[in-house]
Structure formats: C-alpha cells, structure tokens
Nanobody, 119 residues
Framework: QVQLVESGGGLVQAGGSLRLSCTASGRPFSSLNMAWFRQAPGNERERVST????????YYAASVEGRFTISRDNAKNTVYLQMNSLKPEDTAVYYC????????????WGQGTQVTVSS
C-alpha cells in the first residue's frame, strides 16, 4: 500500500506562484510513476501532469504547458508541482496520484490540497 501526503496549496493572486509537494511512503519511490490531477467544482477530474519513475518522461495538459513544472526527488520520496503564472481557472483541489508499472490507472491517491487563485 502507498500513502501520499500533499502540501503547499493555498490562496494566491493571479500571476502568482505556488509549489505543491507530495511525499510517498509504503513502497520504493523509484518504483512509482507519479501524477498530479485537479478537480474544480462541477468539473471532471483533469490530469495535469505526470512524471515517470525513471524521471525520463513528463506530460503536461495543454492548459498548463509552459506554466507548470513537475519534478521528483527520489532521495526525499517527493514529487513537486511548481505552478507559475497562475490563473483563476487553475482554482481546484489538486491531488497527487501514483501507480506502478503493473497498475491500470492510478490506484493510490492523496487527500488533496486546495489551490485558489483570485483575480
């Protein structure tokens, strides 16, 4: 079983920055492909960004490309999402998720952290 704990959310003005962190435990972090999702009220959950377990592949949704950066520190069992040039439409609950190479989908989820961007 994998436990994920997010931190770093908050309230920021449009144009500002936040960095989300997600620390994993329960199995070797280097075995986990990591992802960030978000869900705003009334919207479907959206995959924001992913990073491979070998740190050799990343994905960004078109809505965040060029503004968000995902990274991982395997020594700290932590994945980060640096969010710059934030927009009000980035307001959502952000979730960290994990999967191994053997999983379909993402079976492991954090509790979520609220990001609110004011205009």
């Amino acid at each position: 079983q994998v436990q994920l704990v997010e931190s770093g959310g908050g309230l920021v003005q449009a144009g500002g920055s936040l960095r989300l962190s997600c620390t994993a435990s329960g199995r070797p972090f280097s075995s986990l492909n990591m992802a960030w999702f978000r869900q705003a009220p009334g919207n479907e959950r959206e995959r924001v960004s992913t990073i491979s377990r070998a740190n050799d592949f990343t994905y960004y949704a078109a809505s965040v490309e060029g503004r968000f950066t995902i990274s991982r520190d395997n020594a700290k069992n932590t994945v980060y999402l640096q969010m710059n040039s934030l927009k009000p439409e980035d307001t959502a609950v952000y979730y960290c998720a994990a999967r191994t190479e053997y999983d379909d989908g993402h079976p492991y989820w954090g509790q979520g952290t609220q990001v609110t961007v004011s205009s």
